[in-house]
């Protein structure tokens, strides 16, 4: 590797790096060191694992259940940033504007830094006087007042779910926010909303909020999440205000207090219930779909439950949470051997979960669905699938052989090795057999659509496919009319929709999931890929294909543990050492706006910045700002955009969609997104569009640019972990700047830290019904 190319930088010995490690698991009600941002993505929202210590790192994969949701992979006390070591790669120093010394290149950094501070409270405060939202202090006073500022802060991204209320520094991960289907085109902003309820309940929540001291502007959230007969539910149970994403415990105590006085305590059966489900939605935020019984009643006794088993069984009783006894298999054990009749069944060692019925049924089905998949297969092949065969060679044949004979298969490799899942979509079709192939993101379609050129209408989004916009036809019984469907970014999928495409799916149908499970986990609940590949439950097919260039090597050596050094001739890999966060946004829009196309050839809007979260002196509301001022200079008169701006859209919990701003008009803010256009309502521009220069690794994650600039500051070395860093590296197909603040904790993380464990059932489940 070496130092920017032909740039006015300083550039150092140094290492590449990244956040978004997972550290030691925190259970449920732990608060987290960092600031850790609403999901988007869940992405998503992911905002969706790690957190970066101010900088709100983003967070890829959660072990566990932060009492404050932070994103990402969790920090890892144990890493602490040691002294700079050997580069990735050689590193050749140059100066600022040809001059090598030190202070020239601070009192540039530092004088452009206070500019941009300034233009950036400019347009802080104008967009603050159009908007005129009600902040803290302002209208309202005392709880009230912070409780509606917290919320917004949530709606808006700015502050994660589940930490924004922390009385202590801000939390680490990023939870994503409810779960919210928002549609790609939506009406104007006077309709109303089908199944919105009704302006009476809305009104009677507002009463009961006030009478509360809660901000009455809740009320619409209230009246939804609660139903008709709202306030009258709200006025007999105060905790569930915990219903409404953002609101933590103690606020909720606040509220409940003041509407019951002395006949609340922390004992209220009705408060156990209520505690016992919010952290069952933090543990699903968290990438969980269920808890050990053990971590959840310790998180319970966190939040001052004095009894937590009787919480627990309150909860389990009223049909608010499903509990679960799954045997625990010793690692080396034989199969378990059904007693004689008459003999006694030796007792086997279990594990208690607790989990939200939502997405307990949904790994149930999903379990079920692919068992039905495995052992609907005709025994008979037919001579279509050994047409295909033969059409193909190498690992593309291997992989038509394997699912010609098993309903479910599984295909592993890098970017490269997506072109045999390709070839045999195109094979399969050839030989007259029904195929579909899916993938996360758009731009994933449409670079495996390139592959197959003729064949774009067999091609298209996850999204796309459950919401019945592309893909084939169903039969009578909604069942796609397919013979094989492959599903390309496997790790992406959550429980939830990796149960809807496989209950999709006719008896008879195959299904091939292919994808890296060294990326990023979804940003929704579960690990649906890794599961099945630790089931063992059916073929396994890797790829031999190797990712190619000096970038391809380095993140392979990343995907093993190993951060090698790995010659670039030319300056495929650049190292830019930073000493501070505010010296890493200067370096940023350098590379970006002049380094990159001057010296590399790719233009600013071909290049995109990855960063570990949102929030903190390099997150990416700093890094889009400054790239803002400097690509696409504006008043931003409509929320904060202008037309010409990069953006991010999340249609929905756990996507992100990147795009560019239009204009705006009565109707909302108009997007082109992947060569769609997209009409935002004024009233969710704020939480469904950010700007796009800058994003995080869990928004990255699918998609791929010409260059990439991963940021690294110092802040960022407790959120480092295996994935973000393979996955961030990873988003670049010819040139990766690393603008590297974190000396030795970069290679520390690559070699010590793998993505965090999630709690899910779906391998007990699988074993079950699917011989291995």
Request: include cysteine.
């Amino acid at each position: 590797m070496s130092t920017e190319p032909e740039t006015t930088e300083e550039t150092g010995p140094g290492t590449p790096d990244t956040s978004g490690t997972p550290g030691e698991e925190a259970a449920p009600g732990e608060s987290r060191a960092d600031d850790r941002e609403a999901a988007e993505e869940q992405a998503g929202r992911a905002d969706g694992d790690g957190v970066v210590g101010a900088s709100g790192t983003e967070g890829e994969e959660a072990a566990s259940v932060p009492e404050s949701g932070s994103e990402g992979e969790g920090t890892d006390p144990a890493q602490e940033p040691g002294t700079e070591g050997e580069p990735a790669g050689s590193v050749e120093p140059s100066g600022t504007g040809g001059d090598s010394t030190g202070s020239a290149q601070v009192s540039e950094a530092e004088a452009e830094l206070a500019a941009q501070r300034v233009e950036r409270e400019r347009i802080e405060r104008r967009k603050a006087e159009k908007r005129a939202p009600i902040e803290s202090g302002a209208k309202l006073s005392g709880t009230a007042a912070d409780l509606l500022a917290a919320v917004r802060a949530v709606e808006s991204g700015e502050k994660p779910v589940a930490t924004v209320f922390a009385e202590p520094t801000p939390q680490p991960r990023r939870p994503a926010p409810e779960p919210v289907r928002r549609p790609q085109s939506a009406p104007a902003p006077a309709a109303v909303a089908p199944g919105a309820p009704a302006a009476e309940t809305v009104e009677g929540v507002s009463r009961v909020l006030a009478e509360g001291g809660a901000p009455e502007a809740l009320a619409p959230q209230v009246a939804a999440a609660l139903g008709e007969g709202a306030d009258a539910a709200l006025r007999e149970d105060p905790w569930q205000l915990l219903r409404i994403s953002g609101v933590r415990p103690d606020r909720a105590d606040g509220f409940a207090r003041a509407l019951l006085g002395s006949a609340c305590g922390p004992g209220d059966e009705r408060r156990g219930r209520a505690i016992t489900v919010w952290l069952l939605e933090q543990a699903a935020l968290a990438g969980h779909t269920a808890l050990d019984l053990p971590t959840l009643t310790a998180a319970l006794g966190r939040q001052s439950v004095p009894d937590p088993d009787t919480a627990v069984q309150g909860t389990l009783a009223e049909g608010e949470a499903l509990a679960f006894q799954d045997a625990l298999e010793e690692p080396g054990a034989a199969a378990p051997q059904v007693a004689e009749e008459g003999e006694d069944e030796e007792e086997r060692p279990v594990r208690v979960l607790v989990g939200l019925e939502r997405y307990a049924l949904a790994e149930e089905s999903l379990a079920d669905g692919l068992a039905r998949l495995v052992n609907s297969l005709p025994k008979e092949t037919g001579q279509a699938w050994g047409t295909a065969a033969d059409a193909v060679s190498g690992g593309a044949a291997d992989l038509v052989r394997a699912v010609a004979g098993h309903g479910l298969v599984l295909h592993t490799g890098g970017e490269a090795a997506r072109a045999e899942p390709a070839a045999v979509l195109g094979a399969v079709r050839a030989a007259g057999l029904r195929a579909f192939a899916a993938c996360h993101t758009p731009a994933g379609r449409d670079r495996l659509a390139a592959l197959l050129p003729g064949a774009e209408r067999s091609v298209g989004t996850v999204a796309g496919l459950l919401a019945g916009a592309e893909g084939p036809a169903r039969d009578a019984d909604g069942a796609l009319e397919l013979d094989l469907l492959i599903v390309l970014d496997a790790p992406q999928l959550d429980v939830e929709s990796a149960a809807m495409l496989v209950e999709s799916l006719p008896d008879g149908a195959r299904l091939l999931l292919s994808g890296d499970p060294a990326v990023l986990w979804s940003a929704g609940p579960g690990r649906v890929f890794a599961d099945l590949l630790a089931a063992r439950v059916c073929p396994q097919i890797a790829s031999r294909v190797p990712d190619p260039g000096p970038i391809g090597e380095l993140v392979s050596g990343i995907g093993v543990g190993e951060l090698n050094q790995v010659a670039a001739p030319g300056k495929e890999i650049v190292i830019v050492p930073v000493r501070d966060p505010g010296e890493a946004v200067h370096r940023t829009v350098q590379l970006v706006a002049d380094s990159v196309p001057r010296a590399i050839g790719v233009p600013a809007d071909q290049t995109v910045v990855i960063t570990p979260g949102h929030g903190g002196a390099a997150g990416t509301r700093a890094l889009n700002a400054a790239l803002k001022e400097r690509l696409n200079p504006g008043p931003g008169r409509f929320g904060g955009f202008d037309p010409g701006d990069r953006i991010t859209y999340s249609p929905a919990a756990g996507r992100t969609v990147p795009g560019v701003v239009v204009k705006a008009d009565a109707e909302g803010l108009h997007l082109s997104c992947a060569g769609a256009p997209v009409v935002v309502p004024r009233e969710r521009v704020e939480g469904a569009v950010r700007h796009g220069w800058a994003v995080t690794a869990h928004q990255a994650v699918g998609t791929r640019w010409p260059a990439a600039v991963v940021v690294l500051p110092g802040d960022a070395a407790q959120a480092l972990s295996r994935p973000w860093v393979y996955t961030a590296f990873g988003r670049a197909e010819r040139h990766l700047s690393v603008v590297h603040g974190v000396e030795q904790v970069l290679p520390k993380a690559v070699a010590q830290t793998p993505a965090k464990p999630r709690t899910t059932r779906l391998q007990t489940l699988l074993r079950t019904q699917v011989p291995a």
